[in-house]
């Protein structure tokens, strides 16, 4: 499903709010890993905006995506924040691709296509849950490769076992 011409995509960004770069979203990093043909999981810091920016850069039409969020209460934030549906249990199906979801459901066959991107808030969560969301996580991670790309976001890096490209977005030291 990937492409054989990969973008060169760096293994590390900064921020600096001294160049104007205070957020992710201020750096180009979505924009290169939508532009990578393979997997990509994103670690940066907690608050620096991986989720909003995420959710910006995959907002365009061109860019169908899943958003998983960890939990309910995390997907309901960013559905209600982002004008987006959220869809778990008992609530009214969603779209075909543009919504945010939980583990538990963003594996189901309805959902699963070569052409949306799946985006894994909490990507440490996949090991870090294990013991307790062995089934549910099992599920997840076999249908990665029905997906156009999978794209993790991270504050504590794991290697989940999946082939993937490691990005790491680092402040500058000095605004801290």
Same mark, same amino acid.
């Given at each position: 499903m990937h492409s054989e011409h990969d973008l060169a995509l760096d293994s590390e960004y900064?921020?600096?709010k001294d160049?104007?770069?205070?957020?992710?979203?201020?750096?180009n990093v979505f924009e290169d890993a939508l532009k990578y043909s393979g997997d990509v999981v994103i670690q940066a810091d907690p608050g620096t905006g991986k989720s909003y920016a995420a959710l910006k850069q995959l907002g365009a039409p061109?860019?169908? $995506?899943i958003f998983v969020a960890d939990t309910i209460a995390s997907a309901e934030d960013l559905?209600?924040?982002?004008d987006l549906p959220v869809y778990y249990k008992d609530q009214?199906?969603?779209p075909d691709?543009? $919504?945010i979801t939980i583990p538990h459901h963003a594996h189901k066959d309805r959902f699963v296509d070569s052409d949306i991107h799946l985006v894994v808030d909490e990507w440490h969560s996949l090991l870090a849950d294990y013991d307790f969301k062995e089934t549910v996580i099992d599920n997840l991670v076999?249908? $990665?490769s029905e997906f156009k790309q999978i794209i993790g976001?991270?504050?504590?890096?794991?290697?989940?076992?999946h082939p993937h490209k490691h990005v790491k977005v680092s402040r500058n030291r000095d605004d801290i």
């Open positions: 900064e921020l600096d160049t104007g770069t205070k957020w992710i979203s201020d750096t061109e860019h169908p $995506f559905g209600s924040e982002h009214p199906a969603p691709m543009d $919504f076999q249908s $990665f976001l991270t504050g504590t890096y794991l290697p989940v076992p």
